[in-house]
């Protein structure tokens, strides 16, 4: 990624796995950007990919989540959530009805890059039996998606602070 645009996001294929990664640079603290990430109740205001998300930020739980990308159907998936590390990472595992049948680990990642700009990463693995008949949606309304959420995140965390 050059300067502040932001790449269409990338699906990348190793053996029986894939991957859709996407960054973006915000010019806001890792603070911001992970209250706004970590503040659920308030997904439904802005963020037009992952339209809710119940439950708590502990690592282990299963929160509910509900994506659904513009123009696309939805989907409500019930992810354990792997990794709470404020201000750096937020990742959660799920399946479709089954392990094994269609699984995907979601990755949310702040890196700073000085004191004021960060770079945020959004990516997913997928495996699973149906991986090749799903490859399409997630090149294209899940990638969709991705971008989507990562310019509203951008545009919410670069927003003046109210006093």
Known sequence: MTGRTQ????YRESG???ELYSQIEINATPEKIWKILTGFAEYPTWNP?????????VEGATI?????PSGAGGMMMRPVLLVVHPFQ??????HLLIRGLFDGEHVFEIRPVD??????IQHEYFSGMLLPLMKNMLKKDTARGFYEMNEALRARAEQPAVT
Not at 49 to 57: C, E
Not at 64 to 68: E, H, I, P, V
């Open 7 to 10: 790449e269409r996001p990338e």
């Open 49 to 57: 990919f992952v339209r809710s998300i119940q439950g708590n930020l």
């Open 64 to 68: 509910q989540a509900y994506l659904r």
């Open 89 to 94: 990472e937020l990742r959660w595992r799920g």
């Open 16 to 18: 029986s796995t894939g």
């Open 115 to 120: 004191n004021r700009r960060c770079l945020f």
